[in-house]
């Protein structure tokens, strides 16, 4: 009888303890991915269907260089995962757990489903360095402060040293009695028309080998800047692992260590290792937050904001999503966004506060938005970030601290590399006003072919009213 390993957003082989555990027991192992469509989760966005695509792809066929097959399947679950047991007349079935609150119901009702069976159904840490229930403050409760958090963290023994993939594996035979599979392409993850996808094509290679290589290639040179660099985005300075974590097609145990040799080899990596890791903390107080919050993503943290007069502004939010909103810094974020799935660290910063604060337009529109546009959408850290740029958050930046898009803009992208990239229309844009077009002098527009309100757009709002708007806004609020 073959054991189950039913696999979420761990889709890799290497350092998986369900894949090792479906080992260790001895039985045959029967991958299985279940396509959720009971309604009970939340939806996937549409860049992360086009991953999951990928990633899907990319785990068959490496599952059929060592023997074995990946088996998909369409539905709910918890009517699913029973049934295939009692079909293949499993004894075992293992996955890896999450900290969501609809997949940790839904695992909590399979296990009660299975386990009056007779199944031992087993769940492990294959996502986190640390569960999100071990570190606890001096009273007993959660953290809500991060470099407490992180220190509580580093205090417990390093992670254990990554596990290695399987090298062989037995297919095993499909049971007719069991519910039926689909082909990949069935499941339609994947954009028709408009297929928007040909920038996420060029940019990224989802699965366990691509992530494995963007560690390499990230270990060998930003890296080694990564302290001093992180903050610009027209640079690659920092890993964009983030989308292979989200799908789990590597570890943040395989990135500690991997991060931690190179550190040992090298001074300029031993110099960027804390920093490095400490993101990685970050990701781990996000889902330290999420685990006892489980509505980071709905509702505020801090509830002073539930008060909060946001504005119902369709146009705005929509000036901001396509990245037309007149600030270069904001709308080079948000069409690097819509190109290639991704956006910058910093540069997800400054369009958070630009959506919430200037706009005043409700944190939870520019989460969902993320939410089905970046490659990388986690339950964690999405609304950790966006709450923690709201001001609403735990340990967030402080709601009357306002970026200032040109500002931001100057210091961290000084030539303007990262605007002529994604805004072509300011290409020619000379730098000392890139940030700022609406005050370079008309002769200088027109030898740069700009014509504001037409080529580009004109400011939607002034940067000294709106910061005064949303100051004046929070200030009743605390009133
Ligand atoms: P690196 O700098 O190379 O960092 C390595 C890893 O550390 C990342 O892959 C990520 O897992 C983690 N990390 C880095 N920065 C952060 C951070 N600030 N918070 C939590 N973890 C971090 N990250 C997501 O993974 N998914 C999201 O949906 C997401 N939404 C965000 C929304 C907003 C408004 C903001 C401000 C940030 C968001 N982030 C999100 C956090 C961060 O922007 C990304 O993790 C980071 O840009 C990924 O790039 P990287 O892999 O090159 O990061």
């Known amino acids: 009888f073959p054991s189950i390993v039913w696999l979420r957003n761990d889709l890799r082989l290497a350092d998986n303890p369900a894949v090792q555990a ?64 009692a079909a293949f007349g499993a004894k075992h079935v293992m996955w890896t757990r999450r900290y969501d609150a609809a997949g940790i119901h839904m695992d909590t009702q399979i296990k009660s489903a299975l386990t009056p069976r007779g199944i031992a159904a087993e769940s492990f840490n294959g996502q986190l360095l640390y569960e999100p229930w071990t570190m606890k403050t001096k009273t007993g409760g959660p953290y809500r402060v991060f470099t407490p ?135 781990e107080f996000s889902y330290h937050l999420l685990f006892h919050n489980p509505e980071l993503a709905q509702k505020n943290f801090q509830t002073r904001f539930d008060e909060f007069p946001w504005r119902a502004a369709t146009k705005d939010l929509k000036a901001w999503q396509q990245g037309k909103t007149g600030y270069p ?49 986690d339950p964690a850290n999405n609304a950790a970030s966006w709450q923690w740029v709201a001001g609403s958050g735990a340990d967030a930046a402080p709601f009357f601290r306002v970026f200032n898009p040109i500002l931001q803009g100057e210091k961290f992208d000084p030539e303007g590399e990262y605007i002529r990239r994604f805004v072509p229309e300011l290409a020619k844009c000379p730098s000392d006003v890139i940030h700022k077009p609406w005050l370079a002098p008309a002769k200088v527009l027109q030898e740069a072919n700009i014509k504001l309100g037409d080529t580009y757009p004109k400011p939607v709002v002034d940067h000294a009213k709106a910061r005064e708007r949303a100051l004046a806004a929070f200030k009743r609020l605390k009133d």
């Open 149 to 283: 958090f992180w220190r509580a963290c580093q205090a417990l023994p390093p992670p254990a040293e990554p596990l290695r993939a399987p090298r062989r594996l037995a297919a095993v035979a499909w049971n007719k009695q069991a519910p039926a599979r689909v082909a990949l392409d069935d499941l339609a993850l994947l954009p028709t028309k408009p297929d928007w996808a040909g920038g996420l094509c060029e940019e990224w290679t989802p699965g366990e080998a691509g992530a494995g290589k963007r560690l390499l290639d990230f270990l060998d040179d930003a890296f080694l800047h990564y302290a001093d660099e992180r903050d610009r985005p027209g640079r690659l300075s920092t890993s964009r692992l983030s989308p292979h974590l989200a799908f789990g097609e590597i570890s943040p145990r395989q990135i500690w260590h991997a991060a931690q040799h190179a550190a040992a080899k090298s001074a300029a990596a031993a110099h960027n290792v804390d920093k490095f890791i400490s993101e990685i903390g970050w990701r």
């Open 22 to 85: 479906a080992f260790a027991s001895g039985a045959p192992p029967l991958f299985i991915y279940v396509l959720d469509d009971s309604g009970k989760a939340r939806a996937p966005g549409g860049a992360s269907r086009w991953w999951l695509h990928h990633s899907l792809a990319a785990l068959a066929a490496g599952l059929e260089r060592i023997g074995g097959r990946l088996d998909v399947l369409r539905g709910d679950p918890l009517q699913l995962i029973p049934a295939l047991a």
């Open 329 to 377: 810094i904001v709308d080079a974020g948000l069409r690097e966004l819509w190109k290639t799935g991704f956006m910058h660290n910093r540069v997800r910063m400054i369009a958070a506060s630009f959506l919430i604060k200037h706009l005043m337009i409700d944190w939870r529109e520019g989460e969902r938005w993320f939410w089905d546009t970046l490659v990388d959408a």
